[in-house]
Each structure stands twice: as structure tokens, then as C-alpha cells.
């Protein structure tokens, strides 16, 4: 597993990390999220071993990644941010000096570099250098990299930035289907890679950890969760009908394109109730749909309130 404690990271009077502490087990994709330079990418290269902490500790596979840092790094794959590489090489020759530097020999090494090439699709840029490939070709040489030596630990940062929505969607699948066995830290700003790819979320904002859940409940922190919006001809005329429902709490129209929701009181069900009052009075609408909740708003929601005020928040939840 991935197990942190009181991770902290400082430079000089700014505390990019501020103790920060938990645990990944293998068959979890844990997406880790927050603002930009919430401290996302300074935690991945401390688990990674790239950073050393202030203060804390983190371990991979077992093996304390300052005081074992040889064997936690042969247990890990990582994906920085940038995914930068050696610009006069061909994507050919680097994944082979990498192969080297993991151990690769004979057959394992001659089958891992087919395997992720051709996972990846990177066959028609194998022999040209990496500096003349774009930003897509060059993250998915970074990811190929990371999965060469079939690591038990994948740590990805941002891993399909600058795809296009075709690549977004094969790299997403590669994870989901890595994922049965082993350990995987996804670092987005993407919030529909959540959906995608994680069976777990942890946000951050100003070094600190806010959330720790899984996605649907995370959404079901949002006042749209078991919402039920729809488009009417005339959304104003039903709104008063609607707010009178038992188990509705408020109805909105939105300005902009008209479209009606009603939010439920907490815990109570009412997409039946709204679906019955349309048709008994034979209500034309469209779109009727039962919200699950936005995790956008969820997400600004905590990285936008003071910090203090979040993590008492989180302790009650």
C-alpha cells in the first residue's frame, strides 16, 4: 500500500504540504484534487521519492521512501507533471535506456517495450525525436515510462493533459484496466476523469487535506443530489406548484436557459412525487432527469471555504 503520515513539506516561511496523512490500497485508483497549487504535484514527488519531506513520512510497498529509497522506487511508476524526457532521443532509444534502468533483460524486456508501445500507439513516432513529437505524443511516452516495468505503484500526474478526447479516452481505459492489481494516484484538475477513472477522491487546497471520499459521496454532498430538473414551456407557472410538493425544499428557474429544478429536503425522495403532480395535470416538459449531485460544486465548496471551517467539516462528516 501507499500509506502517508504527517506528510509536510516547507520552503522557508510557505508550507506547501501541511501534514498530511492517508492510505491507498491496492484496486484503488485514488484521484487527488484541488486548485492549482494546492499542493497536488509536491505530495506526488514526495511519495515518488523525488522530494525529500520537512517532516513526516510516507511509505510504498512497505518500504520507507527516505530510509528505503532504492527498493520503494522499484515499486513505483511515476508520471510527473510535464512528463519531461531527453528531447534528441527517439521515443525508441529512450524507452530502451529506461528498460535498462530498470533491470529489463532478454524476453521480459523485448515484450514489455512491445506491450506498452503498442498500448500507447506510439508505433508511428518510435524513431523520431522527442522534441519534434506534440504534447500528446510526448505524455504518452511519459505514461510508457511509468508502466514499462509493470510496477504495483503508478503515480500519475495529470496524466492525459494535452490528449485530445479520442487519446483521453484510451489512457482512461489503460487505467481502469491496471487498476485490479494494483495501487494508483491520479493528480486532475479534470473533474470528469473522477467519474472516469477513481473509486476514491482526495481534495486538497493550501497544502491541506479537506475530503476524503468516494465520488457518488462527495456528490451527495451537493444540493443537486436527488434534485429533479426538467424544461417546460412555462416554468414559472409550475414553480409554486411544485415548491408545494411534500418533500421539496425550494424550485429554481434558471435565467439563462429556463430550465427548472427541484431541490429536496434532506433525505427525502422526490422524483415520484414530481413526476405524478406532471402528469396528473398533464404538464408537457422534457428532459425530466433525477440529479446525482455536481461535484464541481462540491469541489468549490471546499477549496473555496476557510480552512479551518473545512476541516472542522470534514471531521463531522
Same mark, same amino acid.
Given at each position: 500500500?501507499?500509506?502517508?503520515?504527517?506528510?509536510?513539506?516547507?520552503?522557508?516561511?510557505?508550507?506547501? &504540504?501541511?501534514?498530511?496523512?492517508?492510505?491507498? %490500497?491496492?484496486?484503488? &485508483?485514488?484521484?487527488?484534487?484541488? +486548485?492549482?497549487?494546492?499542493?497536488?504535484s509536491?505530495?506526488?514527488?514526495?511519495? *515518488?521519492?523525488?522530494?525529500? +519531506?520537512?517532516?513526516?513520512?510516507?511509505?510504498?510497498?512497505?518500504?520507507?521512501?527516505?530510509?528505503? +529509497?532504492?527498493?520503494?522506487?522499484?515499486?513505483?511508476?511515476?508520471?510527473? %507533471?510535464?512528463?519531461?524526457?531527453?528531447?534528441?532521443?527517439?521515443?525508441?532509444?529512450?524507452?530502451?535506456?529506461?528498460?535498462?534502468l530498470?533491470?529489463l533483460?532478454?524476453?521480459?524486456?523485448?515484450?514489455?517495450? !512491445?506491450?506498452?508501445?503498442?498500448?500507447?500507439?506510439? %508505433?508511428?513516432?518510435?524513431?523520431?525525436?522527442? !522534441?519534434t513529437?506534440?504534447?500528446?505524443?510526448?505524455?504518452?511516452?511519459?505514461l510508457?515510462? *511509468?508502466i514499462?516495468?509493470?510496477?504495483?505503484?503508478?503515480?500519475?500526474?495529470?496524466?492525459?493533459?494535452?490528449?485530445?478526447?479520442?487519446?483521453?479516452?484510451?489512457?482512461?481505459?489503460?487505467?481502469?484496466?491496471? *487498476?485490479?492489481?494494483?495501487?494508483?494516484?491520479?493528480?486532475?484538475?479534470?473533474?470528469?476523469?473522477?467519474?472516469?477513472?477513481?473509486?476514491?477522491?482526495?481534495?486538497?487546497?493550501?497544502? /491541506?487535506?479537506?475530503?476524503?471520499?468516494t465520488?457518488?459521496? $462527495?456528490?451527495?454532498?451537493?444540493?443537486?443530489?436527488?434534485?429533479?430538473? $426538467?424544461?417546460t414551456?412555462?416554468?414559472?407557472?409550475?414553480?409554486?406548484?411544485? *415548491?408545494?410538493?411534500?418533500?421539496?425544499?425550494?424550485?429554481?428557474? !434558471?435565467?439563462?436557459?429556463?430550465? $427548472?429544478?427541484?431541490? +429536496?429536503?434532506?433525505?427525502?425522495?422526490?422524483?415520484?412525487?414530481?413526476?405524478?403532480?406532471? /402528469?396528473?395535470? !398533464?404538464?408537457g416538459?422534457?428532459?425530466?432527469? $433525477?440529479? /446525482?449531485?455536481?461535484?464541481?460544486?462540491?469541489? /468549490?465548496?471546499?477549496?473555496?471555504?476557510?480552512?479551518?471551517?473545512?476541516?472542522?467539516?470534514?471531521?463531522?462528516?
Amino acid at each position: 500500500m501507499i500509506e502517508t503520515h504527517a506528510l509536510t513539506k516547507r520552503y522557508g516561511a510557505l508550507t506547501a &504540504v501541511d501534514a498530511i496523512s492517508f492510505r491507498v %490500497e491496492p484496486g484503488q &485508483v485514488l484521484g487527488f484534487l484541488g +486548485p492549482n497549487g494546492a499542493g497536488k504535484s509536491t505530495t506526488m514527488k514526495m511519495i *515518488a521519492g523525488f522530494l525529500a +519531506p520537512t517532516s513526516g513520512s510516507a511509505s510504498v510497498c512497505g518500504f520507507d521512501v527516505e530510509r528505503q +529509497p532504492i527498493e520503494a522506487k522499484r515499486c513505483v511508476g511515476y508520471l510527473p %507533471e510535464g512528463a519531461p524526457g531527453y528531447g534528441e532521443m527517439s521515443p525508441r532509444s529512450f524507452l530502451g535506456f529506461i528498460a535498462d534502468l530498470r533491470g529489463l533483460k532478454g524476453e521480459q524486456r523485448r515484450a514489455r517495450l !512491445d506491450e506498452v508501445t503498442g498500448r500507447l500507439q506510439l %508505433e508511428a513516432v518510435l524513431d523520431k525525436p522527442i !522534441d519534434t513529437l506534440s504534447k500528446g505524443f510526448k505524455r504518452r511516452v511519459g505514461l510508457a515510462q *511509468a508502466i514499462l516495468h509493470d510496477p504495483p505503484v503508478l503515480i500519475l500526474d495529470e496524466p492525459t493533459d494535452g490528449l485530445d478526447p479520442n487519446q483521453k479516452h484510451e489512457v482512461r481505459a489503460l487505467i481502469r484496466s491496471m *487498476a485490479r492489481d494494483k495501487i494508483i494516484v491520479i493528480s486532475t484538475h479534470i473533474l470528469e476523469e473522477v467519474h472516469a477513472v477513481c473509486t476514491r477522491a482526495v481534495i486538497i487546497a493550501n497544502g /491541506r487535506l479537506l475530503a476524503d471520499a468516494t465520488p457518488e459521496e $462527495l456528490e451527495a454532498r451537493s444540493r443537486y443530489h436527488g434534485a429533479v430538473s $426538467l424544461t417546460t414551456p412555462n416554468p414559472l407557472a409550475l414553480k409554486d406548484g411544485l *415548491a408545494a410538493l411534500p418533500g421539496v425544499a425550494s424550485v429554481e428557474v !434558471d435565467p439563462q436557459d429556463g430550465r $427548472l429544478t427541484a431541490f +429536496p429536503k434532506a433525505g427525502e425522495p422526490i422524483f415520484v412525487a414530481v413526476a405524478e403532480h406532471l /402528469r396528473s395535470r !398533464d404538464i408537457g416538459f422534457s428532459e425530466l432527469q $433525477l440529479e /446525482r449531485g455536481r461535484l464541481d460544486e462540491v469541489f /468549490r465548496q471546499i477549496t473555496t471555504r476557510p480552512a479551518d471551517a473545512a476541516v472542522a467539516q470534514e471531521g463531522r462528516a
